[in-house]
Each structure stands twice: as C-alpha cells, then as structure tokens.
C-alpha cells in the first residue's frame, strides 16, 4: 500500500495487509523464543575461577548450561602444564550429578531468594553462585533455600554427589563464604542473622542475634551480614560479611555490618504466594530517611573437639556515623592483605564525598559505654583510624571496585591502586599515603583526619574510561591488567601498564569484538575471555599469558582453546547495524538498527524507537546480546524497523557526557532521541516517520510516556513497562544521585515528573499502553496507579496490561509470552 507523506514524499510505505490473530501471534512468540534459545547467554561459561592442582594441570570451573539442559550447573574443564592444549575444543565435565538439579529445582524460589535475584539482575535457573576454597578443592554454593557442599580432589573420575548443609534453623540460607584458612568453617546468612557450619562436625550455630524472629517488621529493624536494598539494587554490594584473610593467634574473625532501618517506610505488596496475604517491604522514598550501617566483629575460636568456641561481638570504640557525621553510605568494605586492617568506603548522602577509611582491629571491642550520641567528641589513639585517600565530585561519584592493596616495605605506608572518575573519565592512579600517627584537633575527627598523600600516579589517561568492575596485578612483574574503552565506547578490550611505565598501555585483545566478560587466574599466567561481535555469537577462549620480561610489549596471549568455539547466528538472526551522528551540540552520538527481516529497498517501514535514555546504561556496543535482544528481533520479524539510540546521559561516554542529566532527568534526553531519529531517517530512508512508537521499560517506560507528552506529532504510540512517573516515589540512592534531594530541587522534581503534564497525553483512542508487574519492589506499582488516577481525572484514554505476580522482571515464561504477544498485538492493530 502507498501511503502519501509530509512534504510530497510519495516513497512507499508497508503495511500489514494481514493482521494475524492473537493465536498467530502467541505461535510466533513461542517459534522465535525457541529459535533464539541456542543464542541465549545462559550456555555462555560465567562465574569462571581457577586452581592450580598438584600435578601442573590448572581446573576452570564456571557456571553454563549444558547441551541437554536449560538450568545453570557447574563444569569445569582441565588445561595441560604445556604450552597448547589437545584439541581445538576444551570438553566440559560436570563437577555435580546430574540429576540435582532436578531434585533442588522442585523447590519454590523463597521470597529472599527473588529479591537476591532480583537486585542481581540473575535471568538464569538452578545453581547461580558458589564458593570454591582453591587449596582444598571444597565446593559450597546455595540451591533451592539450602546449602551443599562436595570436595573435589583434583581427579576426574565422575561427577561429584553434594550433600546438604544441615543447619538448625528455617529460612533461606544465602551468600555463603568458606574460612580462608580453615575451609571445614563456613558461614551464611539467614533471615537476617549470620550463621556458622562446620563441615566436619555437622555443627551449626547461630553467630548474631540482630532479628527477634517475630512477624512485624515494625518491631524488628536490625540485621546483620545483609545490605539494605539500596545498598545492593544501587550500589551493586550483595555482600555484608567479611572473613579475616589470615589469623595469627588462632582466633577467627568475621567482620559484618549490622543495618538498622528503625526510620525506614515499610510498604505492602501483595504476597507472591497467592494466599491473598501482603508482604511487608522497606523502602526509602527520595528525600526519606535511609537505613544506618555500622560495622561490628564476630570472633571465636575452635576448642581440641572442633566446637565453636568464645564467640564474643566487637563493636567500634565509636560508631562510624560518630567518626564520620557526613557518611551516608557504607558502600565497599574487605579486608588488607596483611589482615591488619578493615578498610572501609563511605560516601555522603548527595554522593559527592568519598573517603577510603583504615581501622586497625584493636579499633573493635566489647561493647563499650554509652557513646552514641553526637555530643562526643571523638578522640583517635594511635593509628585505630586513618583516612588514607579522599576524594570530592561537584557532579557525582559512581562507586566502582578499582582498589587493589600492593604490598610496601615501609610499614609507616600503605600503597594502593584506585580508580577514579577526577578527571571526567576513569581512570587508574598508584597511591602511596602515610598512615603513621594521626593528627587532630579539639577531639573532633570530622574534617581533621586529611590522607597525607606522598605520591600519587597516573597509570591511564585519556578521553576514556577504565571500566570499573575489577583489576588484577602481577605483583611478581609488577603488571596491572585491566579492561577499558580506549579503543572507542563501543566495544570492551583488555589492556596492561606497568607500575614501573605509567601511561604505556598494551592492547592485549582483537579489535573487532568486545570483551565483555574478563577473568584471569590469581598468578596472572591464565586468561579466559568472553567476546563477541553484533554479527557473532559470544566466544569462550582460554589464554595463557606469555611473558619474556617485566615491559608490557613482552606481553602475549597465546591460545590454548575454546570453551565455546566461535559461531556466527543463524541466517534468520538479522544482525543490526551502527551509525554515528554528531548532534547539533558538537556530541557524537551511536544509534543502532534491526532492519526488517523482510526489508527491500525504497521501502518506508513503521518504526519502534526502542529507549532506555537514563545513566548507568549503554544500548549501542559492538555486542552480541542474545536473548537480550530477543524483542528486537521479535519486532523485526513482524516487518518493523527498530531503532536504539544512546542519547547523552548514558553510560561509558565519561562524567560531563553523563551528568547532562544532572537535575533535570526527563526533560533533556528525548531531544537527543528525535534528532538522531529523525536524521536516521533521513539518511537510511527506509523509516516511517509517521508511524514510529516508542516502548521501553523501567526508565525507558518513563521516557515512553514523556515521549507521548512532549513529542505527540513524532510518536504515534507509546508501550510504556514498568514506567516512573514521580522521582520522589523513587529510591534515595538513585534518584538523589541524579537529582539531588527533593527539598533541594523541587523545580527539578516537579518538571521530571509525569503526574505534571497528565493533560497533555493524546485524546485519541490506543495511543499509551501501560504495562506493569503488580509486586515490582523496585518501581512499584504505586507510581503507575497514581498516573491512572490523574488519566481518569482528567478524561485520557490508555490501556493497561497488569501481571499480578511478577516484580520489575517479567521472570515467568507465561508472562514473558504474554507481554510479547501483547506489544505486537498492540502494535499490529494501531501502529
């Protein structure tokens, strides 16, 4: 059918001559889902770590699918003391029998377990984590609210048999962490407290008592070993409890945080088990109070009988909101090398300050006298706290975890490497600071305890960025690997400097592909790197490290195999393609476009702008995203154009390209979006500017829906999942990051929110469609009811597609369909 367009354009334009049924297209769902499944990245090896067995064979395990099954396992693969490997492929075996899997999967998930899921963003079923002590081969990982452990002797006669960790009480047992240097000990969370298991004597005991067990939620606001949810679903910290690396007097000690949130909002959802019950959730609205953090210290000892003897918790001399009254956020915590000190990041509440803390261990002991109340001043002794590096932003500090302690001769010095962002792009710096003595004045610690820095290095530079996951040195050659960005934005590479030639950087991988997944053995001799390209599927190849001296131009990768052979997608798998445009700002902007797979040129093809729009996120890379994309290919597949666009604001274009969001999120983004969509279409000219919809979810949902406001006459429709509608009905950690709190930006809060432009939504018929998953404890449905209200009160048409039990993911493959099935009906009939 021709259609006749503005400007005389009489360029053809498609249309469905055929609507298919909502049968038809719940078919197509399930058909493509399938063919997409080979792609999907849960057969890709995650969660990869080595060791090193006796006879020079070095065992990687990882966590993947295997050909026959769709639940995660662990596998491992065994690489020869030679220089290549037998064989081309490296031949999976399985760690576990087989038939676990199907026995822990007949359990339901626990709710803990789904908010764990949920905040770690996991899209895969069975075994998602395990603990794995290298010295002795022991394997602990949780499955189905349990514990199992097996021990793997470094042989390869058969699969292994776990067994189950008993432990005396109910509850999820989450996050377990075996003894560094007893792997008979490990602990674990559950409901709320730590727990202790050892593995010889089957004993189990119960280490804090921060829950009273009862129902309220009211009545019991402590835990202990457990972030807030703003802690892991913004900061990306899973973990509250950390084992002492070493001990030299026999006693065993577990530093954990204890979280109080006495002045945080409970809400009510309905219960995920479909009883009709509510579940009672904390959540710190912007502008609200925050859960506190303090740390404190479990210590015990083994008596001759291996019982858990002498428990005793330590506590601060003074809490760290006395030491620190600016500290909002205990963001990262671990232990140093030498198991001297707990070293401690904390970060002010509009996350500008950041200051890494040493406290020696004689800083904890017994419950002291009542000190906690900000009239004391407190006094340092000797060396019991040091700041040892500080660091101010006047846009914001996006935590990252580039710290690595290097070992130093002078012990009145501690010497580190850090990553940050000073310089609009991250980077890396050597810091040496001196932690001899503190300094105060009046017995007041805020703002007299300054690091001394002697010397501080630039080891990267550039308009770039390290990515800011993880490093790894070769203390022995005095290398730091790393991964970064600078051979362009889009795609990830693994790179090497030494500490003895800052700024000589080495490229250690192939341009062409990025390498999104990166792991190196603890000796730095063994690399197993994940990549992939839009038009290959992810690779798995094993390296080792070739070295000839301590310069990084005698650095090279030598290929020992792959654990996933490379792969280009079936032809029905279109792959997308890039484009570059500098905006009328001077900024460079990526875009990408899955063409129809039914594309002939000189043909105009409605059009899906697929957004996202907010910080922390990247559409655009040089990426094969699989099952990521699924709806992308899904859209294709049904003779739609769509188009994904990186717009300023997004992620790994440095701190300024980033920050032009700062206070005013949800009026800029959509200008870059129109401009570039509308010189796609001008340059490609295969899209239909007249029938273009827009759909995303989460922050994309919200964009969604201020497309429809600000840009009627460009958006035809909009698909809005999951959608913010108030920044204030947000978490404090995200949005005062980006907005500053509500009392500081109520003109910021005001223009950013949907509920304020209500009036301006279309009045025709099948235009917005809201989707929403009922229980979603990230964006709660709250948000979506409040803008019905103001749709109803102001007359507005919309359609609204509810999932009663799903959260911010739609984790069920019947919901998953159904959405699917919904957008291309919704699309099908009015775009």
Known sequence: ???????????????????????????????????????????????????????????????????????????????????????????????????????????????EEQLLWERKRLATWGITSYEIHPDSGKLVFPAASSLYQCIDRGVTAGPLFPSEIRVSTSGAKLCPQICPWNNALIAHTCSGDLYLSHSITGSSIRLTHARKGGKNLTDDPLTAGTPSYVMQEEFTRYIGYWWQPKSNDGVYRIVYEEVDESDVKIFCFPSTSNTGEIDEFRFPRAGTSNAKSNLKMVQFRLAKTLHIVDILILELQYPLHIMFPWMEYMVRVGWTPDAQYVWVQLLDRKQQRLELVLLSIDNFCEPPPNVYNSENHFTPSSASVQVIYSEQSSIWIIVNDLLYFLPSDDP?????????????????????????????????????????????????????????????????????????????????????????????????????????????????????AVYSSIKTLPTCQVFKISRTDWTVESIYLIPVGYLLEPSSPETEIFAPEIYTHKISSGDTIYSMIFKPH??????????????????????????????????????????????????????????????????????????????????????????????????????????????????????????????????????????????????????????????????????????????????????????????????????????????????????????????????????????
């Open 1 to 111: 059918m021709e259609t006749c367009n503005e400007g005389g354009d009489r360029t053809p334009s498609v249309t469905t001559n055929t609507r298919k049924t909502w049968s038809e297209l719940r078919t197509f769902v399930s058909d493509l889902r399938r063919k997409l499944s080979g792609a999907s990245d849960g057969s890709v090896p995650g969660s990869i770590t080595f060791r090193s067995l006796p006879d020079g064979r070095t065992r990687i395990y990882f966590l993947s699918s295997p050909s026959n099954g769709w639940e995660t396992t662990l596998m491992y693969v065994d690489i020869p003391d030679s220089d290549y490997a037998n064989g081309y492929r490296l031949y999976w075996q399985p760690v576990i029998e087989e038939n676990f899997q199907t026995v822990s999967s007949t359990k339901r998930l626990s709710k």
């Open 412 to 528: 009145t010095q501690v010497k580190f490497i850090w990553g940050s962002e000073e310089s609009n792009f991250r980077h890396l710096y050597l810091i040496t600071t001196s932690i001899a003595g503190i300094s105060s004045e009046n017995g007041k610690l805020d703002g007299t305890l300054q690091p001394r820095v002697i010397s501080k290095l630039a080891l990267t530079q550039g308009d770039w960025e390290v990515l800011g996951k993880k490093l790894w040195v070769d203390e022995t050659n005095s290398i730091v690997y790393f991964c970064g960005l600078r051979e362009g934005p889009l795609e990830q590479h693994v790179y090497a400097v030494s500490l003895h030639r800052p700024l000589e950087i080495r490229l250690l991988t192939r341009p062409g592909y990025s390498y999104n997944s990166i792991y190196f053995n603890k000796e730095c001799t063994m690399l197993v």
């Open 598 to 831: 039914n594309f002939q040129p000189g043909v105009k093809y409605p059009t899906i702008l697929n957004v996202y729009g907010g910080p922390e996120v990247q559409l655009v890379s040089n990426t094969f995203k699989g099952m990521r994309h699924l709806r992308m290919h899904m859209l294709a597949a049904q003779g739609y154009c769509v188009v994904l666009i990186d717009s300023r604001g997004s992620h790994h274009r440095g701190l300024i390209f980033e920050s032009h969001l700062k206070h005013r999120m949800g009026t800029v983004e959509l200008n870059d979006q129109v401009e570039v969509l509308k010189w796609l279409a001008e340059t490609t000219g295969f899209i239909d500017l007249s029938r273009v919809a827009l759909h995303g979810w989460s922050y994309g949902g919200y964009l969604s829906l201020m497309g429809l406001i600000q840009y009627p006459e460009v958006f035809k429709l909009a698909i809005a999942g999951a959608p913010v509608t108030y920044w204030k009905y947000y978490d404090t950690g995200y949005t005062e990051r980006y907005m500053d709190l509500p009392q500081n930006n109520p003109q910021g809060y005001m223009t950013g929110s949907i509920l304020t432009y209500v009036n301006k939504f279309p009045d025709e018929e099948n235009r917005l469609l809201i989707i929403h998953g009922l229980i979603d404890e990230n964006v709660h449905f709250f948000h979506t009811s409040q803008l019905i209200n103001a749709l109803v009160k102001c007359g507005k048409p919309y359609q609204l597609q509810v999932y009663p039990t799903e959260r911010h993911s739609l984790r069920s493959l019947n919901a998953s369909k159904h959405y699917e099935t919904t957008l291309l009906s919704f699309l099908q009939n009015h775009l």
